[in-house]
């Protein structure tokens, strides 16, 4: 069972940055493809990014390429995402995952475990 926690999430302007960070538990971390999504109120749930088992291969969604920035430290069991040029449009929940494999999902069922989510809200 892996327990995934994020923090960092917040209020910001338009053009503004944040950096979120999900801490997960258990020895197993270093083994999983990570995930972060977003859902915004009367959305489906939506992929953001994505990273493999030791960080060589990350997938960014069409809205968040070039802006958005996914990365992992397997020594502090934690994956980052680093946002920039913040728009309106990126508020929503941000939600972390754990993927019981090596390489990269793109989709919510591919996903095993699931944070609790964090609040990116981003003012015009």
């Known amino acids: 069972q892996v327990q995934l926690v994020e923090s960092g999430g917040g209020l910001v302007q338009a053009g503004g940055s944040l950096r979120l960070a999900c801490a997960a538990s258990?020895?197993?971390?270093?083994?999983?493809?990570m995930g972060w999504f977003r859902q915004a109120p009367g959305e489906e749930r939506e992929s953001v990014a994505a990273?493999?088992?030791?960080?060589?291969?990350?997938y960014y969604a069409d809205s968040t390429k070039g802006r958005f920035t996914i990365s992992r430290d397997n020594t502090k069991n934690t994956v980052y995402l680093q946002m920039n040029s913040l728009k309106p449009e990126d508020t929503a929940v941000y939600y972390c995952?754990?993927?019981?494999?090596?390489?990269?999902?793109?989709?919510?069922?591919?996903?095993?475990?699931w944070g609790q989510g964090s609040q990116v809200t981003v003012s015009s």
């Open positions: 258990g020895r197993t971390f270093s083994s999983y493809a």
């Open positions: 990273i493999n088992w030791s960080g060589a291969i990350t």
């Open positions: 995952a754990a993927r019981r494999a090596a390489n990269i999902g793109r989709n919510v069922g591919e996903y095993d475990y």
